[in-house]
């Protein structure tokens, strides 16, 4: 079979990852890389012995497909040339800055046949994918994500940098429909909200409380996720999957509260063994990235829908385009005087800064 054509898009921090990992992936090869700043060109150059480019539109002759790994604010322009030029594509997390924007691709690569993947590469992480393997119903999510500064990606907030990983992930839960968010946020030391919380909630009933932020101390990689039949603690970083479910006789409520109350430490002692029953779920040592990279290249050439679609990607981008005007509402609100609250005054604020913030103080 003949090899897909490959050029990365963009050689910062992701690109040379998949610039380095695409020469594990069967079926693919790494022909060209492209990046406007020559430094990046010339290192890339260096560490992969491909041609490289200062415009992308320079190899689109050479190439099948393309990873962008780009600039957010940059997606949209990029894969729709590349798109109507015929090229399958991998567009790194978040698919566009905007959700008009974001389901413009996902339908022109419909249109035209094409594969469109987008980068969330949190769902091909072992421990969530080890979640399918228990089966909980789920109900109700958590999620913590934080990072310390990362100095890149600042042309987009907390929301579009990091949240937008469990906003995917919490909507492979479900195909309902959003129902209510609502969220705030505040800057620290960029323009976009530096800090972010949101409360999503589906028509199906489904609950969760998604926390993001990249100016943390330490970085966390948490959701746990709770329903009828136990919950899952997940911990992207390990990774790790524990999982608890109750025991019949507690579904059943056949056990004496009474004496649980009348003995409160005796019965802490034996919760985790009589009453919930932990679970620790042995997981295999993976690449998600380079699982990716597989399922990319598995869907050009089979044509079946990758893991995660454009269509997905849009819905990702929509969701955190609400919590993004939900935080902008709460600001306005917060900062206006009396007299100008109001809808006029809202819209306004909307259109003159949308989903940012005045740097802090």
Partial sequence: MTRLRVAVIGAGHLGRIH???????DGAQLVAISDPIEAARNNAAQLFDVPTFA??????DQIDAAIIAAPTDAHAEIATDLLKAGKHLLV???????????DKLAMLAASRRLTLQVGHVERF????????????DVKYVEAVRASRFPGRCLDVGVVMDLMIHDIDLVCSMTDAAIADVSASGIAVVSDHEDLAEARLEFACGLVANLKASRVSPAPARQMQVYGGGGFAEIDFSGPALHAVRPSESLVDRDFDLDEATDNPLGYA????????QLETKQLESRNAILDELHDFVISIQSGISPTVSGLAGARAVTIAEKILDAIARRAWYAEAAPSEIGPLASIRRRIETPHRFRKAA
Avoid: Q, W
């Fill in 19 to 25: 610039s380095k990992l695409l020469g594990s992936v």
């Fill in 55 to 60: 415009d992308y539109r320079d190899c689109i």
């Fill in 92 to 102: 790194e997390k978040p698919l566009a800055t905007t959700a008009a924007d974001a």
């Fill in 125 to 136: 992480n072992p421990a969530f994918t080890a979640l399918g393997d228990i089966g909980v």
């Fill in 269 to 276: 002692d034996t919760l985790f063994t009589d009453h919930l």
